[in-house]
């Protein structure tokens, strides 16, 4: 056994791998990307049985194809001499779907044990699975298990370990109409069987017909000829009879006669075929899905009350934010106060500089502390999000959507990284690296940023709540609508761009294929695990880009051509933003004060609430003294309510934070692209707030 056991989980998306991943690492999880490429890696280390385990969770995937990025990181992953045995986590209440997979995984060659999860939905629906006749199909390990249940997890574990350096000890035992009946690799088949030249029930699980297998033996022969290291030939073989680019121009074989076409979807047809064999001896009372699943699908995927029942679900989700954030949110306000008295008390009477003083209580402690104490707000955010997400209504969200975007020349499935951009605007546009076409890509990474992500929230909460104190709610809601309107009217502009029919070819294309999984309950280990990952970057957001912003800030504000200097108006704070007030006029936002905060806000959107309690000098800008006091200086500026709703359309809209453009250009590979993208929202930014102001200013004129 060897010292350290690589385990890597592979799995379709939905299936509950990263919920089986979490049950055994925990939060102990180090997340980075793939070398080279733009995909999540997640590893995890624990102890069994005296033993060390590295755990990689695998991006999920339908096939090993290649069709998107994700596929082609875990084949290669799988095909490296790193991952000691897989684990094949498959949905058991949709086995036969999740089984394609498994047989592509068990041709590759290396020990596979299959982890049927979610067992518990399956007993639930009063269907059984046959575990001793199913592993006798595939020739592989096969473990009830219950992610959310955390039922079966050390008898999973313990088979891995077993099979490691052991692919396939588990006998063969097939039944075929045609006569042939193998039990080991020691039996020769019965008269009627297979015409082939060796045993090939009794050495593979998947068997094709014998023009296909005939041609894999052929290959087989030469490349063992060619190449007579070659891990597993079979494989390669079958690969080159689909056409695989990679393993082609890998392994050129002149065999005009053998590769004379691509038999890819003949492989696809017969393996589905024996799936159906499969799922035929070892499902008793099958069901497509459950009947409350389809009652649910029924209405929340209705081609017209679907859309409209999302924008009431994410209302709710506002309305849970505001009201529960906002009461959480006071006993923060009385910690920072708290915080806040006390260094002041402590500087001044160990008679500290008063610059250093106005450095650490109105630099970093008016900045960062007014910032955390959001915190509430951000963490039923994320609670909600995830709640939706690992219930499974997040897939049922870009199948609605699936139509809409193909009359914007893009498939549902480009509303994906839409939908995460709720969260967070990094990981969402690395999201589109799913999407197939390259000008698909390009587009959704243009529009996401038009998805308020979570860091926009603060401004909504502050701005809202000032300015809308009785419909501080709907205000900020109004901005996700907002952004996804802009979002939808950009594609849309987009497309009618394009020529000559480019983009119905785009929409034939990226037809969507989605997985709709069971509804089911949440597990609440995987909204731990995901709301903490939330809320550790959140808070070392605080600590490093809000801390260091909120410096350059008060510097910038408290020093200007002749040095230090108490009057914020002559410091190169103002200086720049009253050099840029003309351009920001026109949308109702031309103070300098506020131009600065924007600037700022590239950062992070966060700074721009932690630049304005800089700015005003407020401590604790979000308690009620706090937002009357800033409210106050602003209405004395001639800021009301229309100003507040261009600068929340315009904080909405505008060039994204720093970490959202290094994204991009990593994504597009382009500095031209990513600087043309930041052009493009800022001008989008101007435009839609533009518009906004003017028309608030009906309803509230300047005083």
């Excluded at 790193?82 to 949709?94: C, K, N, T």
């Excluded at 901005?479 to 000559?500: K, N, P, Q, S, T």
């Excluded at 070819?505 to 709301?531: C, D, G, Q, R």
Aim: glycine share 8%.
């Amino acid at each position: 056994m060897p010292r350290e056991i690589t385990i890597g989980f592979a799995g379709n998306p939905n299936c509950g791998k990263t919920t089986l991943f979490n049950a055994y690492t925990g939060a102990n999880l180090k997340v980075a990307n793939w070398p080279g490429v733009t995909v999540e890696k997640k590893e995890g280390r624990f102890k069994f049985h005296n033993s060390d385990y590295r755990l990689v969770d695998l991006p999920g995937a339908y096939s090993l194809t290649c069709y998107t990025m994700e596929e082609q990181v875990t084949r290669q992953y799988i095909l490296s001499n790193e991952v000691d045995v897989i684990i094949d986590v498959a949905d058991a209440s949709a086995l036969q779907r999740n089984l394609y997979l498994t047989l592509q995984l068990i041709e590759l060659g290396k020990p596979v044990i299959l982890a049927l999860n979610m067992m518990d939905i399956v007993e639930k629906r009063g269907m059984e699975i046959d575990t001793h006749r199913l592993p006798e199909m595939l020739g592989i390990p096969v473990i009830p298990v219950s992610a959310r249940r955390k039922t079966g997890l050390d008898i999973l574990m313990h088979a891995a370990a077993h099979h490691v350096g052991r692919p396939a000890d588990t006998p063969l035992i097939h039944h075929h109409g045609n006569g042939a009946v193998t039990k080991s690799t020691r039996e020769a088949p019965r008269p009627g069987g297979s015409r082939h030249r060796h045993q090939h029930h009794a050495e593979y699980a998947m068997v094709y017909s014998d023009r296909i297998e005939d041609k894999i033996d052929l290959l087989m022969d030469s490349l063992a000829t060619r190449w007579p290291n070659l891990p597993n030939p079979r494989w390669h073989a079958i690969k080159m009879l689909e056409g695989d680019r990679e393993v082609l121009e890998k392994y050129p074989l002149d065999l005009p006669e053998v590769l004379d076409r691509s038999y890819e979807q003949d492989i696809i047809n017969e393996k589905y075929d024996f799936i159906d064999e499969i799922i035929q001896e070892v499902m008793v009372n099958k069901e497509e899905k459950s009947a409350v699943t389809d009652r649910a699908d029924g209405l929340l995927t209705h081609q017209v009350w679907g859309l409209p029942i999302f924008l009431l679900i994410m209302a709710a989700v506002f309305f849970l934010t505001f009201t529960v954030g906002d009461w959480l949110k006071e006993y923060f306000q009385l910690g920072l106060d708290w915080f806040s008295a006390g260094t002041l008390a402590w500087l001044e009477e160990t008679e500290v500089a008063p610059m250093l003083v106005s450095l650490i209580v109105d630099g970093i402690i008016t900045g960062v502390g007014g910032i955390l104490t959001f915190l509430p707000n951000i963490i039923i955010l994320f609670l909600a999000l995830a709640f939706l997400e690992d219930s499974g209504y997040m897939s049922r969200v870009a199948y609605v959507m699936d139509g809409l975007m193909g009359r914007l020349g893009l498939s549902g499935r480009a509303f994906i990284p839409m939908i995460l951009g709720f969260g967070c605007s990094v990981p969402a546009i690395m999201a589109s690296r799913a999407l197939e076409n390259q000008q698909d890509r390009y587009k959704t990474i243009l529009i996401t940023p038009f998805m308020s992500c979570s860091a926009r929230l603060p401004i909504y909460v502050l701005f809202s709540q000032m300015f809308f104190p009785q419909h501080a709610m709907l205000a900020a809601y109004s901005m996700y609508v907002l952004g996804m309107l802009v979002a939808v009217a950009a594609a849309f502009i987009m497309r009618l761009m394009e020529r000559g029919g480019k983009s119905a070819n785009a929409k034939s294309m990226n037809a969507l294929l989605i997985e709709l999984p069971e509804y089911k309950a949440p597990s609440a280990h995987t909204i731990f695990i995901y709301v903490w990952e939330k809320v550790k970057d959140y808070l070392t957001r605080a600590g490093t880009i809000i801390f260091v912003s909120s410096i350059i800030m008060w510097v910038l504000l408290n020093f200007g051509p002749q040095g230090y200097s108490m009057d914020m108006s002559n410091t190169f704070g103002s200086l720049l933003g009253r050099w840029l007030v003309p351009f920001f006029g026109p949308v109702g936002l031309g103070y300098w004060q506020i131009v600065v905060a924007l600037i700022a806000g590239i950062s992070a959107k966060e700074v721009v609430v932690s630049s304005c309690a800089v700015l005003f000098s407020v401590n604790n800008v979000n308690s009620a003294a706090g937002m009357a006091s800033l409210s106050a200086i602003l209405s004395g500026m001639g800021f009301g309510p229309a100003n507040a709703l261009a600068l929340m359309t315009f904080s909405l809209l505008y060039i994204p934070c720093a970490a959202t453009l290094a994204t991009m250009k990593k994504e597009t590979g382009s500095w031209r692209w990513t600087v043309f993208a930041g052009a493009f929202q800022i001008a989008t930014a101007w435009v839609v707030s533009f518009l906004v102001y003017h028309l608030a200013l009906l309803f509230w004129p300047t005083i």
